[in-house]
Nanobody, 115 residues
């Protein structure tokens, strides 16, 4: 059974930082590439960062240089360190497999960046 539990969101001023965590089922975590997605109000969900099972990373241009994705395979957890946050980063953040997300999505964690 797939389990994805995101945490670490909150309200922060522009320029601030947050660290998101996602605890995943062990059976799905170790062999899958994982990604952080976000969905802003009125917009489609988008992938912002991914990390392969081997640790290679990819970022969309809008977060490159500000966000860092990492994973701890011993804890079945993937992280997203977000620095220099901007109001346009405001969204609900989710983790899931990539490139083919599971049908199941966790509850997400809300990130709100005030200007």
């Amino acid at each position: 059974q797939v389990q994805l539990v995101e945490s670490g969101g909150g309200l922060v001023q522009a320029g601030g930082s947050l660290r998101l965590s996602c605890a995943a089922s062990g059976t799905i975590f170790r062999t899958n590439n994982m990604g952080w997605y976000r969905q802003a109000p009125g917009k489609q969900r988008e992938l912002v960062a991914r990390i392969t099972s081997g640790g290679n990373t990819f970022y969309v241009d809008s977060v490159k240089g500000r966000f860092t994705i990492s994973r701890d395979n011993t804890k079945n957890t993937v992280y997203l360190q977000m620095n220099s946050l901007k109001p346009e980063d405001t969204a609900v953040y989710y983790c899931n497999r990539t490139p083919m997300p599971f049908d199941y999505w966790g509850q997400g964690t809300q990130v709100t960046v005030s200007s």
